[in-house]
């Protein structure tokens, strides 16, 4: 639906059992409503949303779009804690960070990372496919290299050039903190962790949450394909997600 520092919400449809899922909602309701209509998705299909941490570009719609269509929002205790999900109680369920959660025929696993927040986590929905959805990440850690390594289709983050971000607008301290290991993601990064870790069955990538200030959709595609090139044997086609509208729909 939309990735970047504006805003983040990706959906996750078993067409079969007409079931659906967002991992986060960091736009507003009128935003992810017009956004499904354009795609031809109805909002009754959801029936969780699934919070990786408490930052406002991830759960911005959450509230209004729960109460409004009573959709339950999973989020782990923390995260829960450090940010109001939801005005109405009862649609919030608290997960652990290691969670599998059940919703139709698909099973959302949360797995940890490194973030500077509460407790962080990303996910991989398995359905006919895994599709994991991780962004948000200062670094590679065990975790996401596993699920990497499993994926079949993947959104990942590839948030900045490091040279863009060391000549760009940011304070330095915010500059420090995006390089970290509690930041982002750069485009090389991705890269690498993609191209040491990825396997063949892994078919589709869309490279997630690119900063406007200190990357383009260009650099990160330019970036992450010189790196997967080295592996003759492994052509994964590529995309890029932005905030102005939502990529196409994949359907397998």
């Avoid at 290691?98 to 949360?110: M, S, T, Y």
Wanted: aromatic share 8%; charged share 20%.
């Amino acid at each position: 639906m939309a990735s970047g520092s504006w805003g983040n919400c990706f959906y996750i449809e078993d067409r079969k059992a007409q079931t659906a899922v967002l991992i986060d909602a960091g736009i507003s309701t009128r935003q992810i409503c017009a956004r499904l209509q354009v795609l031809g998705l109805e909002p009754h299909k959801i029936k969780g949303i699934f919070i990786t941490h408490e930052h406002i570009d991830h759960v911005k719609g959450a509230d209004v779009f729960a109460r409004k269509f009573k959709v339950p929002i999973f989020a782990t205790k923390k995260t829960a804690a450090n940010r109001l999900l939801c005005s109405e109680n009862s649609l919030i369920k608290k997960i652990k960070n290691n969670d599998i959660v059940r919703v139709g025929n698909l099973q959302i696993e949360a797995f940890s990372k490194s973030h500077s927040a509460a407790d962080p986590v990303s996910y991989t929905v398995h359905g006919k496919i895994r599709v994991s959805v991780i962004t948000d990440a200062g670094h590679a850690c065990k975790n996401i290299v596993s699920h990497i390594s499993q994926a079949d289709f993947l959104f990942i983050e590839s948030n900045h050039d490091p040279d863009m971000l060391k000549r760009g607008p940011y304070p330095e301290h915010l500059k420090y903190w995006i390089a970290g290991d509690g930041g982002h993601l750069s485009n090389k990064q991705t890269g690498l962790a993609v191209l040491e870790h990825g396997s063949g069955k892994l078919k589709n990538i869309v490279l997630s949450h690119l900063s406007e200030s200190n990357n383009t959709p260009e650099l990160a595609l330019q970036t992450f394909n010189s790196l997967i090139g080295r592996k003759t044997c492994y052509s994964p086609k590529v995309y890029v997600s932005t905030k102005h509208s939502p990529t196409k729909l994949f359907r397998f």
